[in-house]
């Protein structure tokens, strides 16, 4: 059965705390993308991979970091920098030019 | 204080009509559009999508129409169901880059049997 899975499913942080959510796809596709939800907004990049050991920042960066060390996964991390981080965090993934399909998401809440 | 609430345009309609959801896109040099439709708690799901050498696609009961002149993209639903009931937003590759999309905020579509 191929797609995008994200886990955990909703996730509780802590003030200070560093969190991590996963993204995996068995599309084969190169290129994968983290995106933040905030109601009444519109999907805002956090980064992106184009190829397994590269990423590049995307328009909200700060406080975010990433790893390419696979080309099936494309973990997030929340920082303690973030300050602001109650957000549905979307991953998604395509072909090198062509539309991206989203994963179900990931419902960071912090305490 | 007052907290300024966020709200969709909204569209509602009643099941078996069409439905038309308009999105104003922002980059002429844009090349690439897509239409999503996402269920509440979900991620968003890929309808629809249309190059710009093209002004019309036809989907299962889906319609996606360009207007390049006046950067206008609309989805036509044709016998809107209870299950169409979602958000409904465009994405356009803003500056060309497949990579980089720019979303817009999104259409509440109230279907009503």
């Known amino acids: 059965d191929g797609g995008i899975t994200q886990s955990p499913k909703y996730l509780f942080r802590k003030e200070g705390q560093n969190v991590t959510l996963s993204c995996e796809q068995n599309l084969n596709h190169d290129a994968m993308y983290w995106y933040r939800q905030d109601p009444g907004q519109g999907l805002r990049l956090i980064y992106y991979?184009?190829?397994?050991?590269?990423?590049q920042k995307g328009d909200i960066a700060e406080g975010y970091s990433v790893s390419r060390e696979k080309k099936e996964s494309f973990p997030l991390t929340v920082t303690s920098a973030q300050k602001n981080p109650t957000a549905f965090y979307l991953c998604a993934s395509s072909r090198v030019t062509d539309t991206q399909y989203f994963g179900p998401g990931t419902r960071l809440t912090v305490l | 204080g007052e907290s300024v609430g966020l709200h969709l345009p909204t569209l509602s309609v009643q099941e078996g009509d069409n439905s038309i959801i308009n999105c104003a896109y922002s980059?002429?040099?844009?090349?690439?559009f897509i239409w999503y439709k996402q269920e509440s708690g979900k991620g968003p799901q890929f309808i629809i999508d249309i190059r710009s050498n093209m002004d019309k696609r036809q989907g299962q009961r889906v319609t996606v129409l360009l207007n390049k002149t006046v950067k206008h993209l609309s989805l036509q639903i044709a016998a809107t169901q209870p299950g169409d009931s979602a958000v409904y937003f465009c994405?356009?590759?803003?500056?060309?880059?497949?990579?980089?999309?720019?979303f817009g905020k999104g259409t509440l579509l109230t279907v009503n049997p």
């Open positions: 991979s184009q190829i397994v050991n590269d990423f």
């Open positions: 994405a356009e590759n803003s500056g060309g880059s497949n990579y980089k999309l720019t």
């Open positions: 980059n002429s040099a844009s090349d690439y």
